[in-house]
């Protein structure tokens, strides 16, 4: 089948890092699984036993169950946004394997969309297996793997744009260290992972809904507990899904192109 | 020629640069050549002459300001994937993809141009045995010697086959030894009509491979010509004197570093060869 030139230039830049991810496969398992499998167990089973039930949005959980769903947006944050900011940095500042693959019939617009959908991919895909363990040990119903997959991938895509957008705008590696800890790591306490947002005083609750790691956790247990559906979460994703894809990809081309 | 039949064309190269200060640099201050089938096109210059950024618009990553730049007779911006399909590069820096290995490094490389892994295969074997890398084909690029790696960075830009070959300073940090392999293998490749651009800062090798040189110097080319011209137009002398160190002088036919010198500037003015 002839692939129209664009997607096959996406199509190879991908294949490229999935080439390598097979190559490491043993290394890529252990670091992509282990964290989100270690948060699982404590925070699920560890603390969920101390702590019983949740009661929010008049639904009772288990606490297990919360968390387990928290630990899906968690994932969806923490491998979108590391793949994209280290690993793009890598790429980008020490391999300079952008250059080189957009020096070829591949353009600079292709590969930068190759990285973000290889980003969102490999997140995704973790994103999926922790689903997967809940779904093992009876926290979601077996059809949340399917419907959760699109939010999974946008999600994944969003924070795989921030990273990138960071990627391209720090000098060195040791400047991603910044936006690690102002925001990725406040969003990751306060954005309600690990416990409900009512907790939090009245103006954390705004701040924290402005960030969008909160919306995709008020999204992923819509779709995985039964949550009820609360629809701003939608447009608040939607603004930073294009925000952060359309700009990391501006800032990783003026950074590359004089 | 036709101007068709010309396999890379600049046309009123210009770039400038924004600077971080507000201010703008003119790196390339519209520059004209073509390059013709067979023929090797050598780039001399000081730092920040502007060679480095003339490749890199006439591979098409960066835009240029104004002017044009041509591969077999398509425009590099305006029909970007075209045109690279028939260019190699080898830039300056190093751009080899440290997660393979030499030899799958080669493959992939060709796949980008559409080549069949099948083929990029042969390709990839013969073309470490032509640049003697045939026994460094499983080794990783951090395994390899520099010299090992600009090598296997030239290789990469011929997996194409392409007709215009662009290198920038592809020799730099080799032995003697592997330059001149170097050299035979672009000789051989130019022998199939492919059109080359080589940016250099050895003058021997430039006198020795190009075909013509143009020389320039902040942003313009100031002359370009064959070797032998260039030398016989501005030296115009059979001996030139050099002084090797105080006291010691020689005398010597002029070669093209006299010319380099005369038209950049800087050493001759001190007097250290005189024509």
Known sequence: ????????????????????????????????????????????????????????QGHQVSYRDFVFSGIIGQTILTQGFFEAAYGGFIRMYYQRIFQAM????????????????????????????????????????????????????????????????????????????????????????????????????????????????????????????????????????????????????????????K | MAAENIPLRVENLVKRYRLDDGGELEAVAGISFAVA??????????????????????????????GRVLIEGRDVHLEPKAARRELGVCSQEETLDSDFNAFDQLVRHATFFRVPVEEGEKRAADLLERFQLADKSNVEIEALSGGMRRRLQVARALISRPKVLVLDEPTTGLDPEVRRMLWAVLADYRSTG????????????????????????RGKILDVDSPANLIAKHIGVAEVSEELRPGVTWRRPPNLEDVYLKLTGSKLEAGHADP
């Not at chain 1, 701003?232 to 603004?239: D, E, K, M, V, Y």
């Open chain 2, 37 to 66: 089938p067979g023929e090797c096109f050598g780039l001399l210059g000081p730092n920040g002459a502007g060679k480095s950024t003339t490749i890199s618009c006439l591979t098409g990553f960066y835009p240029a300001t104004s």
């Open chain 1, 102 to 257: 957009a020096q070829t019939p591949i353009t600079l617009s292709e590969v930068l969309w190759g990285e973000l959908l290889w980003d969102a991919t490999k997140s995704c895909v973790a994103a999926e297996v922790v689903a997967l363990i809940g779904v093992v040990l009876g926290s979601f119903p077996a059809i949340s793997l399917l419907t959760l997959l699109p939010l999974a991938f946008l999600s994944s895509l969003l924070f795989a744009g921030f990273g990138l957008a960071v990627a391209a705008s720090s000098k060195n590696i040791e400047e991603i260290n910044y936006p690690q800890y102002l925001i990725v790591f406040p969003m990751f306490l306060f954005c309600g992972v690990f416990y409900p947002l009512e907790s939090l005083p009245r103006f954390l609750q705004y701040v924290a809904w402005v960030l969008p790691l909160t919306s995709v956790n008020s999204l992923t247990r819509t779709l995985t507990l039964g949550f009820p559906f609360e629809w701003w979460s939608l447009p608040i994703l939607a603004a930073w899904l294009l925000a952060l894809v359309l700009g990391s990809r501006r800032l990783m081309t003026r950074r590359l192109v």
């Open chain 1, 1 to 56: 089948m002839l692939i129209p030139d664009s997607l096959w230039g996406v199509r190879c830049v991908w294949l490229r890092y999935f080439d390598v991810f097979r190559k490491g496969l043993r290394y890529y398992l252990v670091t992509t699984f282990t964290e989100p499998i270690l948060t699982l167990l404590s925070f699920g089973l560890g603390v969920g036993s101390l702590i019983g039930g949740v009661h929010t």
């Open chain 2, 194 to 217: 492919a059109a080359i651009l080589l940016s250099t800062h050895y003058m021997e090798e430039a006198q020795r491979i190009c075909d013509r040189v143009a020389i320039m110097a």
